[in-house]
């Protein structure tokens, strides 16, 4: 269904554009979320006054993004009809995954034909973030080197990330490239849901049906092709219903 700073490692280009299509990760079942989600899906679950999608929608938008490709699976009859009320705003495209949810990676290569950028943003619609000195898209965007990144993530820094109680994801060379925590350890930088990727890095060898965007991301790694860059602003992991309370008391001031 269609409706029509703190980043010395790499040297933002200011004359770059923020790429007009975003794939939005919406299908996920939200099973950390529940009772919530019981009875809406997770990107419907408010906070700060609205839908956690919607303060998606709104980020790209404000970013000068066009055109919205959004996952369904898990009540996406209930998503489709709040995302018609965006029309006038972004354009919106469904990638219709009822009859199988296909994890982040095998999700992208159902949307890939729909994904009329490249390179093109993939972002995360169950993250909240508040932009730093820069508008964190065009941050991004303006680090994004063609001819040595495959995939380029925004990072915060695990001290700053809010609500989230992993032990950090990766660690980022001077140069911005990245490696993975290992198992035991700690590292500094906590994937934020906000990537920008190239159309030839999911030509790497992937499994058919359901898998993980680490796939691809392994690939990238390999080939010393995956970046990352750090978030200047807020970052939140609205991930469970306890941390919506602490979410918002933190962006009151509380």
């Not at 979320?33 to 839908?51: F, S």
């Amino acid at each position: 269904m269609s409706f029509t700073r703190k980043t010395l490692a790499i040297r933002p280009d200011p004359a770059a554009h923020v790429p007009e299509t975003a794939m939005v990760m919406a299908a996920g079942l939200g099973k950390r979320m529940r009772p919530l989600t019981a009875t809406r899906p997770k990107p419907l679950i408010e906070v700060a006054g609205k839908p956690l999608i919607d303060h998606c929608m709104d980020k790209l938008r404000a970013a000068g993004v066009r055109k919205a490709v959004v996952n369904v699976h898990y009540l996406a009859d209930s998503l489709e009809a709040h995302l018609v009320h965006r029309v006038a705003d972004i354009e919106i495209v469904i990638s219709d995954e009822r009859a199988q949810l296909l994890e982040t990676g095998g999700g992208l290569i159902r949307a890939l034909p729909l994904i009329d950028a490249d390179p093109f943003l993939v972002i995360n619609s169950d993250n909240l973030w508040v932009d730093g000195p820069v508008d964190s898209l065009r941050l991004l965007a303006a680090g994004w080197d063609d001819q040595r990144m495959d995939a380029l993530l925004l990072l915060v820094p695990l001290a700053r990330a809010h609500c989230h109680r992993g032990q950090g994801d990766f660690h980022m060379a001077a140069d911005g490239a990245l490696r993975r925590r290992k198992p035991g350890t700690v590292a500094p930088f906590v994937y934020t849901g906000v990537q920008i990727v190239a159309k030839r890095l999911l030509d790497a060898e992937h499994p058919e049906g359901p898998f993980s965007t680490n796939i691809f991301w392994n690939k990238a790694m390999e080939a010393g092709r995956l970046f990352g860059m750090a978030h200047e602003g807020l970052w939140f992991d609205v991930g469970a219903p306890e941390n919506i309370r602490k979410t918002e008391d933190i962006l009151q001031g509380g």
